[in-house]
């Protein structure tokens, strides 16, 4: 299981609905960088209510995402 912490949130424009959307940055503990639509992440609560999703850099993984 890999950790990977917040750092930043940014708006961008979604390509098909043309609206605005928070997109939640993360800095991977193997040094990757992905982001994730903000308002998905209260959806993947795990049992401990942390966040965690398929690891997009790491296959076959979960990754939990910290300090949001």
């Known amino acids: 299981m890999s950790k990977a ?3 930043v949130e940014v708006t961008v424009i979604d ?6 959307v928070e997109v939640s940055m993360f800095k991977h503990q193997n040094g990757g960088i992905f ?3 903000s308002s998905y992440i209260t ?6 209510g942390t966040p965690s999703i398929n690891d ?13």
């Open 43 to 48: 959806s993947v609560l795990c049992e401990e």
């Open 5 to 7: 912490r917040f750092f």
């Open 56 to 68: 997009p850099l790491e296959p076959n993984d979960i990754v939990i995402l910290k300090d949001i």
């Open 15 to 20: 390509p098909k609905s043309n609206l605005p």
């Open 35 to 37: 982001g994730i639509d």
